[in-house]
C-alpha cells in the first residue's frame, strides 16, 4: 500500500552528522512509530506520536528525535550522539495504538 | 523485560508441504498478536493476527493458534509456494499499550 512514504531509500551519513529521515502518510492515522531494524533481530522501537505535538520515547531512543507538527508527517533524526547508527530504519502508522500497525518501505542508513 | 522468542530461525521446506513457526511471549497481558511478512528489502506486511480471546484463526493456507496458559501461539503455513519465501515475524501487544515487542524473525526458505 502506497499510504506510507518514507524517504530516501538510502542514507548515508558522515561522522559528526545529523541526518533526517522522510515518513508520511496520507492513511489519516493518528499513530506513528519508527523502528530500527538490524540483521537478526526483530524491529525495536525508537519514537511513537499518538497525536500532533505528542510522542514518546520507545526502547532506544538515544541518539535519536522527532516532532510531530503536522499529522500525517513524523520525521525522525538521527543525531552524532547515536555511535552506531547504520541500520534499516522503519515508520509505521496505525488508526489508534489498539489497532494494526502499517509500515512504510524503509531507509537503509549507513555510515561513511 | 517483555520479550518475544521466536524459533526456528531459519526454516527450508519442499514444495507443498507446511511450515510452523512458533513464538513465546512473556508478557502474561499481552492479548494482541500479529505476524508480519517482510520480503528481501521490503516492508513488512501484516499477513494474520489473532486477539486473546480466540485459539485459532485462520485465512486459506495460514493459521494461527494461541494458548494463553502456555503463552505460545504459533503460524502455520499449509501447501507452501516459493512466493511464501520470506522473513516472518511473530510479535505481541497489550490493547491499549504503545508497544508492540517483535520476534527476531524466521527466515522461510520454500523449494521449488
Known amino acids: ?13 558522515k561522522e559528526g552528522q545529523n ?10 492515522h493518528d499513530a506513528m ?20 505535538n505528542d510522542f514518546q520515547k520507545g526502547d532506544i531512543a538515544e541518539g535519536y528525535s522527532v516532532s510531530r507538527e503536522k499529522k500525517e ?18 515508520c509505521a502508522s496505525s488508526t489508534d495504538r489498539s489497532q494494526p500497525q502499517h509500515f512504510g518501505d524503509g531507509t537503509r542508513l549507513s555510515i561513511l | 523485560g517483555e520479550n518475544v522468542e521466536q524459533h526456528p530461525s531459519t526454516l527450508s521446506v519442499q514444495e507443498g508441504d507446511s511450515a510452523v513457526i512458533k513464538c513465546t511471549y512473556s508478557d502474561s497481558a499481552s492479548n494482541y498478536f500479529p505476524w508480519y511478512k517482510q520480503e528481501l528489502g521490503k516492508r513488512p506486511q501484516l499477513i494474520i493476527d489473532i486477539r486473546s480471546n480466540v485459539g485459532e484463526k485462520k485465512d486459506q493456507r495460514i493459521a494461527v493458534t494461541l494458548n494463553k496458559t502456555a503463552k505460545h501461539f504459533s503460524l502455520h503455513i499449509t501447501e507452501t509456494q516459493p512466493e511464501d519465501s520470506a522473513v516472518y ?18 527466515r522461510l526458505f520454500v523449494k521449488a
Request: glycine share 10%; with cysteine; charged share 15%.
Open chain 2, 89 to 106: 515475524f511473530c510479535a505481541a501487544k497489550r490493547t491499549g499499550g504503545f508497544k508492540t515487542i517483535f520476534g527476531a524473525g524466521t
Open chain 1, 19 to 28: 541526518v533526517t529521515l522522510s515518513c508520511e502518510q496520507n492513511l489519516n
Open chain 1, 73 to 90: 508527517s513524523f520525521p525522525l533524526t538521527v543525531t552524532s550522539a547515536q555511535k552506531n547508527p547504520t541500520a534499516f530504519y522503519l
Open chain 1, 33 to 52: 512509530y519508527w523502528y530500527r531494524q538490524d540483521p537478526g533481530q526483530g524491529l525495536r522501537l525508537i519514537y511513537y506520536s499518538q497525536i500532533v
Open chain 1, 1 to 13: 500500500d502506497g499510504g506510507i512514504t518514507q524517504s530516501p531509500k538510502y542514507l548515508f551519513r
